[in-house]
């Protein structure tokens, strides 16, 4: 699980993000970001991406890293239970499924949700979720936000050059809140050029239903001590800064508050004007921005005559704050250089070259061998045997003993099945023919399939898919008659129940032992029951 932060902090340095979609740019755009606030991990812990799975190779500052990719948002959040914000750039059909899993799931606290067009009923559901379960939605049609020097949602804040410029690689005194993500790129320049810099900027989304709203974040940011004052752009459209309104006067927002509806220009068109997003519509008068920057004034936030003077308020009430004490400007920060992705500058070492080709799992180049970058000599110290190695090799990790036990059982249990099955009978009559060793070994490999090794493979797919689909052993049987799919692991051309295989034997009684959890086993010994049921010999197989 991630580490608790106070309620009303959703980013820091220690923030991991999933990121649904591949997005490439965006994901090494927040890369960059990090790097040049000098995070000590990168946020984006993996990616899901349902049409793959494997690994992303991207930059961290000139070194490439590997960022795991999933399928599904469920093993994503397993693999990553630190990881506690999605940024979902999932299209508007699928963003409602996909925000209502991460809401759901007990380790995401914030989604931020980039989609513009998502039903407004959907949104209102993905609220009442959110809601309930006390967590966060940042959208829909949102660009996202930002913690300065510490996260960044997606493509917040643009380019790195506009990034410095507006000093968000480290923190400053001003907090925002926008409608609009365009205009949040307008809020970090202007609060950089008159205050000491931003500490956090979200926009909420332009739809009519954001998933938080104005007031969700002001208070956040009134709790935040950090946090000295703070800044609202609002636009036509909608009631979300009547709420802000009600807090000024009942007195939950005590800090600066410098505040502005944009759209007070639709007052000289004839008719009612629908303005750029879906929320920014005024259907009466107490929507328009005229209206709400009166209301605003009126219950003390500081509201200039347009947005012409916008950033002198700004800068009028944080000089203000400095010279009564209240804030000590924070200090300026020179970020670290990101190399130039350009090869001709490849030699004088200021940009970055993608390698060719990749090994996860060995390195023989330094001093050492290393298996998943543990040294050789430490794997033979530790007496980590034939299963650690595996374990290193095959599954990237360093296997518990039991499992280690296993694996070297598994390959006892398995060295040789003698000269009857295909695979050997065709190795042996490839060599009789003459051939050389490399093709009578190859011949035999060729035959390796659903009937003869293969099966392995097919028979942890089968079992682990309707498991954890939550079907049960009866509806898998059925299911895989109805689509005429033999079940893998499953049938012994010799062995029955009445005369078993002593090495599953010796393997079920091993796992009973020692595994923590055996559920594909007595899934698959379930099955077992049933299918012996109608044949003696369709048992486990090895």
């Given at each position: 699980m991630a580490k608790k932060r106070p309620d009303y902090v959703l980013f820091d340095k220690d923030t991991t993000a999933i990121v649904f979609g591949y997005q490439q740019r965006?994901?090494?755009?927040?890369?960059?970001?990090?790097?040049?606030?000098?995070?000590?991990?990168?946020?984006?812990?993996?990616?899901?991406?349902?049409?793959?799975?494997?690994?992303?190779?991207?930059?961290?500052?000139?070194?490439?890293?590997?960022?795991?990719?999933?399928?599904?948002?469920?093993?994503?959040?397993?693999?990553?239970?630190?990881?506690?914000?999605?940024?979902?750039?999932?299209?508007?059909?699928?963003?409602?499924?996909?925000?209502?899993?991460?809401?759901?799931?007990?380790?995401?606290?914030?989604?931020?949700?980039?989609?513009?067009?998502?039903?407004?009923?959907?949104?209102?559901?993905?609220?009442?979720?959110?809601?309930?379960?006390?967590?966060?939605?940042?959208?829909?049609?949102?660009?996202?936000?930002?913690?300065?020097?510490?996260?960044?949602?997606?493509?917040?804040?643009?380019?790195?050059?506009?990034?410095?410029?507006?000093?968000?690689?480290?923190?400053?005194?001003?907090?925002?809140?926008?409608?609009?993500?365009?205009?949040?790129?307008?809020?970090?320049?202007?609060?950089?050029?008159?205050?000491?810099?931003?500490?956090?900027?979200?926009?909420?989304?332009?739809?009519?239903?954001?998933?938080?709203?104005?007031?969700?974040?002001?208070?956040?940011?009134?709790?935040?001590?950090?946090?000295?004052?703070?800044?609202m752009l609002g636009e036509v459209g909608g009631l979300d800064e009547y709420e802000v309104v009600e807090a000024l006067k009942?007195?939950?927002?005590?800090?600066?508050?410098?505040?502005?509806?944009?759209?007070?220009?639709?007052?000289?068109?004839?008719?009612?004007?629908?303005?750029?997003?879906?929320?920014?519509?005024?259907?009466?008068?107490?929507?328009?921005?005229?209206?709400?920057?009166?209301?605003?004034?009126?219950?003390?936030?500081?509201?200039?005559?347009?947005?012409?003077?916008?950033?002198?308020k700004i800068k009028q009430t944080y000089d203000k704050l400095v010279k009564s004490g209240e804030l000590k400007p924070k200090p300026d920060v020179e970020p670290p250089r990101i190399p130039i992705d350009y090869d001709v500058a490849f030699k004088q070492g200021i940009i970055r070259r993608p390698t060719q080709f990749i090994s996860t799992i060995s390195d023989d180049r330094g001093e050492e061998l290393r298996y998943c970058g543990v040294p050789i000599s430490k794997i033979f110290e530790e007496n980590w045997g034939l299963g650690g190695v595996i374990g290193l090799l095959w599954f990237k990790k360093k296997l518990p003993k039991w499992a280690r036990d296993f694996l070297e059982m598994v390959v006892l249990l398995t060295a040789d099945h003698g000269p009857a099955v295909s695979g050997a009978h065709n190795a042996i009559v490839a060599a009789r023919a003459g051939k050389d060793l490399i093709s009578s070994l190859v011949s035999g490999l060729l035959t390796i399939g659903p009937?003869?090794?293969?099966?392995?493979?097919?028979?942890?797919d089968h079992f682990t898919t309707y498991l954890y689909r939550g079907e049960t052993p009866e509806f898998m049987v059925k299911d895989m008659k109805s689509k005429n799919v033999n079940i893998q692991g499953i049938g012994h051309r010799i062995k029955s129940v009445t005369n078993p295989d002593v090495r599953v034997e010796i393997l079920k009684d091993y796992a009973r032992k020692h595994f923590p959890i055996t559920e594909t086993l007595d899934f698959a010994l379930e099955v077992e029951k049933l299918t012996t049921a109608k044949r003696g010999n369709l048992i486990l197989n090895v």
């Open positions: 965006a994901i090494q755009r927040m890369l960059d970001f990090d790097y040049i606030c000098r995070r000590e991990k990168p946020s984006v812990a993996c990616i899901v991406n349902p049409t793959r799975d494997g690994f992303h190779k991207c930059f961290w500052g000139a070194k490439e890293i590997l960022l795991p990719m999933y399928r599904t948002i469920k093993e994503a959040t397993t693999n990553h239970p630190d990881a506690d914000v999605m940024v979902n750039f999932a299209s508007f059909r699928s963003a409602y499924p996909t925000t209502k899993e991460a809401l759901e799931s007990e380790t995401i606290r914030t989604v931020a949700v980039i989609a513009e067009g998502v039903p407004e009923h959907r949104t209102k559901e993905l609220i009442k979720i959110a809601n309930k379960r006390k967590k966060w939605i940042i959208g829909p049609a949102t660009v996202g936000g930002i913690a300065a020097g510490a996260f960044r949602i997606g493509n917040t804040a643009g380019m790195l050059d506009n990034i410095v410029t507006s000093r968000l690689h480290r923190p400053g005194s001003v907090a925002y809140v926008s409608k609009s993500g365009g205009l949040s790129n307008e809020l970090n320049n202007i609060i950089a050029r008159n205050t000491d810099g931003v500490y956090e900027g979200v926009a909420i989304g332009g739809d009519r239903y954001p998933g938080s709203t104005f007031i969700h974040h002001l208070l956040r940011y009134e709790a935040n001590p950090e946090i000295k004052m703070t800044v009942d007195g939950r927002v005590t800090k600066p508050l410098v505040a502005w509806c944009i759209g007070t220009c639709s007052k000289v068109f004839p008719a009612e004007v629908q303005f750029g997003h879906a929320g920014a519509r005024a259907g009466a008068e107490q929507e328009t921005a005229d209206a709400k920057n009166k209301a605003l004034k009126e219950a003390g936030a500081i509201v200039p005559n347009s947005f012409d003077d916008f950033d002198e009937r003869f090794g293969g099966a392995v493979q097919g028979a942890a």
